[in-house]
């Protein structure tokens, strides 16, 4: 995808790619992504940026990990599949994921800036560094990370 478009333009251009390829899993996924802009376009009566469309996006991940975990839990692997390959589709969008030493960098990076120490540091350090990790690492993964940074 190229970068002089903008993400909801990216997800467009996809779009038309997976129909005329006659791609059906894809331009599903792809439909559901233009469909949660199309929603919060309406309901907060705004017009979606590159931000917020990370933000959507990572939150559609989010989503789909959590079905993951309940679909193979009850042992449904075919819905799991399902979403995997949802996730794979809404990640071409994404940024480059961060490696976790990467991610630790940024967090120490964070924490040199921040006063508070502990688990009071938690919500300065999170409020710090989601921006810059938004699409480009597992939030809950990077929690963790912050608490057992502020533990230790």
Known sequence: MSETLSLVEQVKAAMKAAM??????????????????????VDERIEIDDARALVILDKMVKQRRDSISQFESAGRDELAAIERAEIGVIQEFLPQQLSEDEIALIIEDALSGIDATGMAAMGPLMGLIKPKLQGRADMGAVSKLVKAKLTS
């Open 20 to 41: 005329k390829a006659r791609d059906k899993q894809t331009l599903s996924t792809i439909r559901l992504i233009q469909a949660d802009f199309k929603r919060i376009e």
